[in-house]
């Protein structure tokens, strides 16, 4: 298995192989949390001696809170890995309040939620492109690199008023230069 794994390794080319998913083992109150819930629903499938449907009900409950429990858990786990209410805080000030963000070719939902403004993603190259060329009027969020592509045929009068990175992507907010 191991020799079949390593040369198909050695067939992929070279930037498939060396693109990582980050992982990050579970802590101990996550361990903790896992066995928490599997005990649990033992105890309540035991405990429900009636219908198997009232034992199902006991269970999806179950299963339901330790999901919200656990989307909690490690949504504050990842808050110290993305920057994102330090980059909202910083750039709130420079957004126009009455139109909405253009974002190229997409946004994650974690801008709308802290920057509280509506993220209307344009997927076509061209349309971003002209909005570029005209003087800066409201503001624009793309990946780095893109902004890279467009940055020689943009108006002068468009500059970045944060950067930040969610995951494996860095993202620039553009608007007028101030």
Known sequence: MLRVTRLAGEACPRDFRTRAVAYRPLRGF????RVSARTLTRLLARRVHGSPGQALAWIAATLALVFLLGA??????LAPATPIRAFADHVRGSLDR???IMAFPDA????DFYL???IVEVPRRNRV???????AVGEVLMRVGDWA??????HPSWCPIGDMKVETRAYVLLGPCR
């Open 72 to 77: 909690r858990i490690y949504s504050t786990s």
């Open 149 to 154: 592509y467009f940055r020689p045929s943009a």
């Open 30 to 33: 996550e361990r903790l949390g």
């Open 98 to 100: 009455n139109a909405p």
């Open 129 to 135: 492109a002209s909005r570029l060329e005209s003087p």
């Open 108 to 111: 994650s939902l974690i801008f």
């Open 116 to 118: 509280g403004r509506s």
